[in-house]
């Protein structure tokens, strides 16, 4: 499996359950056209104890996102700067409501 983490903060006036409703569309949207396998739940940063020592990030939320290999990551990343419909209005949907995002990806290993 190939893995996005999406870490990013939101931009003021946004909520996170208008980001949840906006990024599950998003999602089932890329699973019905085969890219993109699965995503985990968005979680809040909880950098209050000491087994968090990222000092590099200070985003508030992230979320995995998982690819079935490196040829499906590239053809989602493809598809998404062909900036079509209804494609573009769902990455939009999420993308607009964000604000300092940053994204790590990693293949597992065998």
């Known amino acids: ?13 946004e909520n996170i359950d208008g980001f949840r409703v906006a990024y599950s569309d998003f ?5 019905s056209v085969d890219l993109v396998e699965s995503s985990e739940p968005i979680g809040r940063r909880q950098s209050d ?3 968090d020592t990222d000092d590099e990030r200070d985003h508030e939320y ?11 990551v590239d053809a989602a990343y493809a598809y ?3 900036h079509v419909e209804p494609g573009e209005t769902s ?5 607009t ?14």
């Open 1 to 13: 499996m190939f893995h996005m983490l999406s870490c990013f903060d939101l931009k003021p006036g």
């Open 80 to 82: 998404i700067m062909t």
């Open 27 to 31: 999602v089932t949207y890329m699973k």
């Open 49 to 51: 104890t000491p087994m």
């Open 97 to 110: 409501k964000v604000q300092n995002p940053v994204f790590i990806c990693w293949q597992d290993l065998p």
């Open 91 to 95: 990455h939009n949907g999420v993308f």
């Open 62 to 72: 992230f979320v995995l996102m998982s690819f079935r290999d490196r040829a499906q």
